[in-house]
């Protein structure tokens, strides 16, 4: 008779057993839980509560928590935590596709529950493989910049986040306990695990014997072995995708990552970008000279300056890098510039009581053409309305005639082709 899917003996690789499941279980428990905390810390640095041009998920209610505002130091913050939670993200792919196989005969079980503990186990799998194959798939996608996905990214990640770690916290619970006692009970993995009760106990089989088959066909790697694939695996993802996170050599070796590889260009503005100024439609007649004038307003007054009087203002600079939510980042660059809060003081603002700010782009389209600025962020002395880097008058691609640069902010905070600076309640 044929075996179909719900039988045990339908799956015959000797490699499949509790041992092997609850290795990678346990290190998917310590990723996916610091990809969490990073992804909530992405989320805190957009300052989403800030201001509605901040805050891709208007509806997400009490799920859109987050415990301070994001600080302006160290400058490396950014630049750490999400190209931690980006690299990991994709060395874990090799083990999250491991697990996934290693208990794919107990999604074809049959009775679907055994009881109310078991359908509940039933239901958080469910949601736990859906939910870590959209938030997988849609974070490698982010990264690869292919928006193939319906609606946008930032809504539908933070959405399935929680779906993801609501049925990962209820299968944790569930079967945490059973994983490390599976890790203390075998001792040498190689050991053929019996798929009936325990050798002369008279016990009921457990649940978790389920995935090992009563008929194995001959091992052709040990169980060691093949954890040692996968990660092999997960640090080949790792080494061919961290590097997008560095400059020189290193970034060479992000053959994964789409800002891998060779800077853009050479000089003073040949460091990494997003968008260009043409794919944004900006045009060099509206940043000229003769036509480009900065708007600043707030506490009931309006200035108007030109790109040369704001170059004769007191100029400031700071070295700080660029980081994207996408992983990628720059090493520190060279800035110079007016600070944010001078430029609140032409409006009436006391420097060291300078409010919030809104800043508007020459861009016609994209996300963040407008975005927000917390008040801690436009008083810190290095954020700056940036002219020049390392030296050299800003490129057309990186922002010229004048660009935001705030330290430990997400890239797309820092506004190209400023044209309007708003100071006050936004």
Not at 358 to 368: I, K, P, W
Request: proline share 8%; glycine share 10%.
């Amino acid at each position: 008779m044929p075996r179909s899917p719900s039988s045990p003996a339908f799956w015959r690789s000797p490699l499949r057993g509790p041992w092997f499941t609850s290795v990678l279980g346990v290190v998917l428990l310590a990723g996916i839980t610091v990809l969490f905390v990073t992804g909530l810390l992405s989320y805190a640095a957009y300052n989403p509560n800030l201001s509605a041009v901040n805050d891709k998920t208007p509806d997400k209610g009490i799920l859109g928590f987050y415990l301070f505002p994001w600080p302006t130091g160290p400058v490396w913050l950014y630049r750490l935590t999400q190209g931690v939670h980006v690299t990991l993200g994709l060395a874990l792919i090799p083990v999250l596709l491991a697990k996934l196989w290693s208990v794919l005969p107990r999604l074809f079980a049959l009775p679907p529950a055994r009881s109310l503990a078991h359908a509940l186990e039933r239901l958080s799998l469910l949601l736990l493989v859906g939910g870590a194959l959209f938030e997988f798939t849609t974070g490698v996608l982010n990264i690869q910049l292919d928006y193939v996905f319906p609606g946008s990214f930032y809504t539908l990640h933070f959405y399935g986040a929680w779906v993801f770690i609501a049925a990962f916290v209820a299968h944790a619970v569930l079967r945490v306990p059973t994983a490390f006692r599976n890790l203390r009970r075998l001792r040498r993995p190689g050991e053929r695990e019996a798929a009936s009760s325990p050798a002369g106990t008279g016990e009921p089989a457990r649940p978790e014997d389920e995935l090992v088959s009563p008929d194995p066909l001959p091992p052709t790697v040990s169980r060691r072995g093949a954890l040692g694939f996968v990660g092999g695996g997960s640090l080949l993802l790792a080494a061919t995708s961290a590097g997008h996170g560095f400059d020189g050599p290193l970034r060479d070796t992000a053959l994964l990552a789409p800002h891998g590889g060779a800077e853009p260009g050479s000089g003073p503005g040949g460091f990494q970008i997003n968008k260009t100024a043409a794919s944004r439609g900006i045009t060099t007649t509206e940043t000229s000279d003769e036509a480009w004038r900065l708007v600043v307003t707030g506490n009931g007054r309006t200035v108007r300056l030109s790109r040369d009087d704001l170059l004769r203002l007191p100029l400031h600079g700071a070295a700080l890098p660029i980081a994207c939510v996408e992983g990628w980042s720059t090493s520190d660059q060279w800035w110079r510039g007016v600070r944010l809060r001078d430029l609140a003081g032409l409006v009436g603002y006391e420097t060291d009581a300078a409010p919030d700010l809104l800043v508007e782009s020459l861009q016609r389209h994209g996300a963040f053409r407008v975005a927000a600025l917390r008040d801690n962020q436009v008083r810190d002395p290095r954020s700056l309305l940036a002219l020049l880097v390392n030296g050299a008058d800003l490129t057309p691609d990186h922002g010229y005639p004048a660009r935001v640069i705030v330290p430990a902010a997400p890239g797309v905070l820092n506004t190209k082709w400023v044209a309007r600076m708003t100071f006050g309640d936004l």
